[in-house]
Structure formats: structure tokens, C-alpha cells
């Protein structure tokens, strides 16, 4: 069994930051990318940041510049700190992760259960 565990979503001003938390928890051989989505009311999930296990990032246009993704491989944790932060930035933020479980073959996707993140103007 594999669980991702988010927190530190919540209520911030406009222009404020927040910093989110993953945890991946369970029987995990190895993981490969780790990284973040979103979705507000009525769109579509999205990509906001994603780091593979190499180091190399991706990012929304939309957060470049405001946005940092980083990993704690030792822990199993994924972060997004969140500078700057914009009403539009108003969304539910998963967790997302490439995860082989010990004894398997293949890597599986795995999401967490979400953290609401509200930017007021």
C-alpha cells in the first residue's frame, strides 16, 4: 500500500505565500517524478510543478518565477513553496508521484487526496 499525504494548504492574501507538504508513505522501491497539480471549480487538473528523480523540473507558465518545487529523496517528500500568490492561484493542489512499489515490476501513479488552497484579493 502507497499514501500520499498532503498539507499546509489554507487561506492567504493576495500576495502572500504558502509552502505545501507531500508525503509518500508505504511499500515504495523507488519513485520517479514527484510533482504538483491543481484544479479550480469548473477546470480542468493541472500541472504546476513536477521534479523527476534527476532533478530536472517542469513548470506552469503561469507559476515561473513564484513557484518552487523541491525534493526530499531521503524522506520521500515532495514541497511547493508558493511566493506571490494571485486569486487565480485558488484551486485544490494534489500531489501526484511515479511510485514502484517494493516487489513490483512497473511504476504506478499515485495521487493524494488534495489541500484546498484559497488566495483572497
Known amino acids: 500500500q502507497v499514501q500520499l499525504v498532503e498539507s499546509g494548504g489554507g487561506l492567504v492574501q493576495a500576495g502572500g505565500s504558502l509552502r505545501l507538504s507531500c508525503a509518500a508513505s508505504?511499500?515504495?522501491?523507488?519513485?520517479?517524478?514527484m510533482g504538483w497539480y491543481r484544479q479550480a471549480p469548473g477546470k480542468q487538473r493541472e500541472l504546476v510543478a513536477i521534479?523527476?528523480?534527476?532533478?530536472?523540473?517542469r513548470y506552469a507558465d503561469s507559476v515561473k518565477g513564484r513557484f518552487t518545487i523541491s525534493r526530499d529523496n531521503a524522506k520521500n517528500m515532495v514541497y511547493l513553496q508558493m511566493n506571490s500568490l494571485k486569486p487565480e492561484d485558488t484551486a485544490v493542489y494534489y500531489c501526484?508521484?511515479?511510485?514502484?512499489?517494493?516487489?513490483?515490476?512497473?511504476?504506478?501513479?499515485?495521487w493524494g487526496q488534495g489541500t484546498q488552497v484559497t488566495v483572497s484579493s
Open positions: 501526484n508521484a511515479d511510485i514502484r512499489r517494493s516487489g513490483g515490476y512497473y511504476s504506478l501513479d499515485y
Open positions: 521534479k523527476d528523480s534527476s532533478g530536472r523540473t
Open positions: 508505504g511499500s515504495i522501491f523507488s519513485i520517479n517524478a
